[in-house]
């Protein structure tokens, strides 16, 4: 099965109302059955680096709901990642890049004609950490370094928008942010729990702008939108990561399917509603040629609750605390966040 072209039509594709609850799920999108038939037929065509099967999971005691998994050979089997010495570092067309790949790797191709053409490739991550894992990469040939750009920011809105599952996920890791390859991409999988970046509690810096702070761990920034905001939403989150890459702050994203976001406690019925996506946007500290950590390493699916664990011992035993004292390890110290966000506030209100 070669790849195919798969149309954008501005938004009647897009699933505005997504319960989380199983129950009242919508039938497989479009978008779905593009992913799952094309991702399991090059599973079962051995074109992965290992054989990914139903992953050991467990939620680890403890507020913060944590989901791990046992995925002991991405660890293993994975490509080593690039050399890595700044937010900024040029495209090396010397080095892999994703015109490099097996063409049988390629799913489909997402078009869009407005306002201006836009292609973007969807193919397998060949070291999955989950169902579905697959690369969105906006026009390979422009050969664009891990950078994103308001369309690439829009792409995987809109990709979240175009699934009917709440466990359809987007994610980008920034050059000094475990990024392992510098050429445009971003992340896409299922994963079938829910996680509490979908309906924590927030509060609001720039309102206007759909703007928050995440309250609970890790702290970083939120931003919400809908279906009919998704242009006016790419611009805003561009303009941050921009202001991060200009400051030489390493970032991860993460978007997935939410709820409103609200200052004060909601009734289980507000918390199930994911008509929208937020998006989470971390800044942290860099990570240039780290050794990485021996239980996981933290990048966009852990900032967001999600553990894939890369040995047994650490997936049975690793505790809540524990977790937490890994991750604070990568995040920005409490003055420096807070510094950065009133210098971010501020930007943004003159920009």
Request: glycine share 6%.
């Amino acid at each position: 099965m070669g790849s195919c072209s798969f149309f954008l039509t501005y938004t009647e594709e897009f699933v505005t109302d997504v319960l989380q609850k199983r129950e009242n799920r919508p039938p497989p999108s479009k978008l779905d059955s593009l992913i799952r038939d094309g991702w399991t037929d090059r599973m079962d065509r051995g074109l992965f680096r290992y054989l990914l099967e139903d992953l050991k999971t467990r939620v680890l005691p403890g507020s913060n709901g944590y989901v791990a998994q046992l995925n002991v050979q991405r660890g293993i089997e994975r490509r080593k990642p690039q050399e890595i010495l700044s937010i900024q570092q040029e495209f090396n067309p010397s080095q892999f890049n994703f015109n490099k790949i097996n063409s049988e790797e390629i799913m489909f191709e997402m078009m869009k004609d407005l306002p201006q053409t836009c292609r973007t490739v969807v193919l397998i991550n060949v070291s999955p950490l989950e169902f579905g894992h697959c690369l969105l990469v906006p026009d390979p040939s422009l050969c664009l370094p891990q950078i994103l750009t308001r369309a690439a920011v829009q792409v995987g809105i809109e990709s979240v928008l175009l699934s009917s599952s709440p466990g359809f996920r987007v994610g980008f890791n920034s050059l000094g942010a475990f990024a392992s390859v510098n050429h445009l991409h971003l992340h896409g999988y299922y994963l079938d729990h829910e996680l509490k970046i979908e309906s924590s509690l927030v509060k609001p810096l720039i309102p206007e702008k759909n703007l928050f702070r995440i309250q609970d761990f890790p702290v970083g920034f939120l931003l919400y939108t809908e279906s009919e905001e998704v242009e006016t939403a790419a611009r805003t989150i561009c303009k941050v990561t921009d202001f991060f890459v200009g400051e030489n702050i390493a970032h991860n994203l993460f978007l997935t399917r939410g709820c409103p976001p609200s200052g004060q406690m909601q009734t289980a019925k507000e918390r199930c509603l994911r008509k929208g996506v937020r998006i989470a946007i971390w800044p942290r500290a860099s990570c240039f040629g780290a050794k990485e950590e021996s239980a996981f390493n933290v990048a966009l699916c852990e900032l967001a609750g999600h553990l894939p664990f890369k040995n047994k011992k650490d997936f049975e035993c690793t505790t809540e605390r524990e977790v937490i004292s890994i991750v604070q390890k990568y995040l920005l110290p409490d003055d420096e966040f807070h510094k950065l966000e009133e210098q971010l506030v501020k930007h943004l209100l003159t920009h």
